[in-house]
């Protein structure tokens, strides 16, 4: 669809990712991924824009998308000054330190927003580095200080990783062992280690090292910040752009708290970074085992890769393309192997059993969930089935209809596809939607590179 002869419709597509985002941050800071009927409706109803504006890559809009960033970054720091997220606080002390930092940040985005929108302020101007790489240097001392705020949160995912990581470095299978149910049967689940053996190999490192499991969650996210500088320089983004980019992203409402919980999906986000760097400087080996990683990560993980094949398909010769899906299959496999040979049967029933047997949460921020807890209907297993289906065959058969799949229709793809899965899913919380705003974050860092060039240094500087 070409918009570009009503000024306000074009001007507003070329928004739209940044107001979706804005969208996500604040739905996610005022209900925290739980169930909360205004918050899922404006998620549905963007995603529904979304598609219908945006998933074809609109004509170029010459705005100062440097300005809408740093609004964002001043916004996304409010929330986190007014509430960093963390529900199992035990150092009161060390989390005031917290929030002084984030204040700092926060003065820090008021004067960037003072230069832009007010009067411009030269130092601010010629030297936003300094502030870039100072407010990088806070975030990171505000993840530390989260491990030393909540040293035990009380949630299932922090126990079962931190106790199955002890479980390997005490010569044990975690995976046949028994964990405690800390939430108490609430939920119809036996407690197990659920998770693919990746999360089970980082996690065990860092708790051997750090003796804390989501110490891998910080390297991770310092990868991450790393990656997306290397990949906007790539791309000819322009330096403060790809720098507000990185800020809003550590600045979104809800990462202290994603951190807290010990959420997963820190593993995912630097994996799929990872794999577009090393994809778009044309490492076809090393794309390969990121590949076989990603698919020995987490299960739901398979959405992701079923596109990100598709992409290889549509940028690389046959002969790569098979080279990558061997490599990626030789990995997986020698990653599930040492469980699997030591007991194939409990290996299955956690990691894929027990997970499809799992009830429905109530408490979702999900319309299945919202169904039921206002009108008592359990949706079937067929719904699901019937529902996942028909947006993957949707999503791949646009994606093989395309002449050409830059990155970022293949991110557009994956967001809108896990958007969906997560809005009619049994289980959907923050970390889920956190995952989900990262894909959004690349769209923006994608938006206006060329389509029709797989080498990202053609492309234009973007501002």
Request: some cysteine; hydrophobic content about 50%; charged content about 10%.
């Amino acid at each position: 669809m070409d918009y570009s002869k009503n000024k306000f419709l074009s001007h507003f597509v070329a928004l739209l990712p940044y107001i979706f985002f804005l969208i996500m941050g604040h739905a996610l800071n005022r209900s925290h991924g739980f169930l909360k009927f205004n918050h899922l409706c404006f998620i549905t109803i963007s995603l529904i824009l979304y598609c219908i504006f945006y998933l074809k890559q609109p004509r170029k809009i010459n705005l100062n998308y440097s300005k809408i960033l740093s609004l964002i970054w001043l916004i996304f720091s409010i929330f986190l000054v007014l509430s960093p997220g963390l529900i199992y606080p035990q150092n009161i002390p060390q989390l005031l330190v917290l929030k002084i930092i984030l204040l700092i940040i926060c003065a820090f985005a008021a004067l960037t927003n003072y230069s832009y929108f007010i009067r411009p302020i030269k130092f601010v101007i010629n030297n936003f580095s300094i502030i870039f790489f100072v407010s990088i240097f806070l975030y990171i001392i505000t993840y530390i200080l989260v491990l030393f705020i909540t040293k035990h949160p009380t949630i299932d995912v922090f126990t079962v990783t931190s106790i199955g990581a002890d479980n390997l470095l005490n010569g044990l299978n975690p995976y046949t062992q028994n964990y405690p149910d800390i939430l108490e049967g609430r939920y119809g689940y036996v407690a197990g280690y659920v998770y693919w053996p990746v999360i089970l190999y980082v996690l065990t490192i860092t708790k051997f090292i750090f003796h804390d499991v989501r110490a891998a969650y910080i390297i991770c996210a310092l990868i991450t910040i790393f990656l997306l500088e290397k990949i906007g320089k790539q791309f000819n983004v322009a330096p403060t752009k790809r720098q507000l980019i990185i800020l809003c992203w550590q600045s979104f409402p809800v990462t202290l708290f994603v951190l807290e919980q010990s959420w997963t999906e820190y593993l995912i986000i630097v994996e799929t970074i990872t794999i577009i760097f090393f994809l778009i400087n044309k490492k076809i080996f090393i794309s390969g085992i990121i590949l076989g990683i990603m698919a020995a990560t987490k299960q739901y993980n398979i959405f992701l890769i079923l596109f990100l094949l598709i992409y290889i398909y549509k940028i690389y010769s046959l002969k790569q393309t098979i080279t990558i899906i061997a490599t990626a299959l030789t990995t997986f496999i020698l990653l599930i192997s040492p469980f699997f040979i030591l007991d194939y049967k409990t290996f299955l029933n956690r990691t894929i059993f027990d997970m499809l047997a799992y009830n429905l949460r109530v408490d979702a921020l999900s319309w299945p969930a919202y169904v039921n807890h206002f009108y008592g209907i359990v949706p079937t297993g067929i719904f699901y089935a019937t529902i996942y289906s028909l947006c993957l065959l949707l999503f791949v058969t646009r994606c093989l209809r395309q002449k050409q799949m830059s990155l970022f229709h293949l991110c557009s793809t994956i967001f809108c596809v896990y958007l969906v899965v997560f809005l009619f899913g049994k289980q959907a919380f923050c970390n889920y939607y956190y995952l989900s705003a990262f894909y959004l974050l690349l769209i923006i860092l994608f938006q206006n590179s060329d389509s029709k060039k797989t080498n990202p240094t053609c492309c234009q500087e973007i501002v």
